[in-house]
């Protein structure tokens, strides 16, 4: 049983909700829809148009609100499905998968999230026509962007459920495109669905008001366990490599997967968590950071290019690259303006990346510098990182707890820098200078 949903690792809580509202926009599409289709198979995911206008504003009026989302399932139609979520975790947790699962169980034929109808498969895979995903233009998503969004997630479901708009890194809004966002949710046009992914509800990541007209989700840090079990389950990986990347990858799913199935994944990760050693003067801490930098330039770069690749093929195909005659030639030509943009986007996630592969860099830094603090303190947990455990216990007698506490402190004001725009070469030398110093 994969049914869309199966991904979300460790996230039972979130499942369960997600399941209900699902259902629950389900039973209002049965009650807005025409008796013919009540009785008759299920609503066509296809080209139908669905019924009319007096059904849509009877179902304004029972989606309307976060005050129904709370309510238990089994209540009146709607009970349970609201216009606006929020996804909350931190990084790799699952908020865009789980907000992608969502989407797909909304316009599931059969409204649950199957994971085989056209429905869920043309969501999960970026080409149903009533889903767009929006992935931040650089490091921003700017505000006309935003409008034209709002303006397209008005019009009608074509395939008769739900208009639905994914906004992966909503924290990444500017003020401006937050505001027009604002506007829509404060008035939803009856069908439309906005999914938002963030770090936290802070008011840094998400505007006070926008959050008070959605409903949250909070995923949470996947248990190591859950992670290699997924490993295991879905992608074939031995037990014992899957429980090692799993703790190496600190709940970070795609990074677990990555660390157990790339060796090259696995060389980048190595260097960093040579670094420590590394530091012997002040040339080496700057050499160290270049090697940083480098190292998560590569990353990014591997990182995209399996998934950009993979766009590019779903794209040619729909459009009929695939094909030999004349129409599919012709398709090809009219399809430049398409492939163009979807070259910009996969540039803007590029840059993203790269960004996001320092910050694990970090991640994995402070994970060390963490063993090498519990150590010292002969705190009885389990170490992040197993394979370098000696070497951080080496450390802990070294620096004892202060000199631990220091370094791990340096590493995340590193992650605090870079998060509010410092160069990240001048942030990762200034780091590398204090953990060489201590
Ligand atoms: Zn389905």
Known sequence: MTDVFADLVGQDEAVVTLRRAAASAAALLRAAA???????????GGAEPDGGH?????????????GAAGDPAGAAPGAGMTHAWIFTG????GRSVAARAFAAALQCVHGTGCGHCPGCHTTLA??????????????????NEMRALVLRAASTPSGGRWQIVIIEDADRLTEAAGNALLKAIEEPPPRTVFLLCAPSTH???ISVTIRSRCRIVPLRQPPAGAVAEVLVRRDGIAPDVAEWAAA???????????LARDPEARQRRDAVLAVPRRLTGVGAAFDAASALI?????????SVAEVDEAERAALQTALGAGGTGRGAAGAMRGAAGQLKDLEK???SRATRAQRDALDRALVDLAGFYRDALTMALRAPVAPVHTDTAALAGAGAQKWDADGALRRLEAVLECRAAIEANVKPRIAVEAMMLALWKG
């Open 34 to 44: 025409p008796a013919v289709s009540r009785t008759g198979a299920p609503a066509a």
């Open 54 to 66: 007096d059904d849509r504003d009877a179902l304004a009026e029972q989606v309307d609100g976060p």
């Open 90 to 93: 931190p990084p790799g947790s």
């Open 126 to 143: 970026g080409t149903h026509a009533d889903v767009r995903l929006v992935v931040p233009e650089g490091l921003s998503i700017g505000v």
């Open 203 to 205: 008011p840094d990541d």
């Open 248 to 258: 190496a990858a600190q709940g970070h799913v795609g990074r677990a997967r990555r």
């Open 294 to 302: 480098e190292a998560a330039e590569a990353e990014a770069a591997a």
């Open 345 to 347: 986007r996969q540039k």
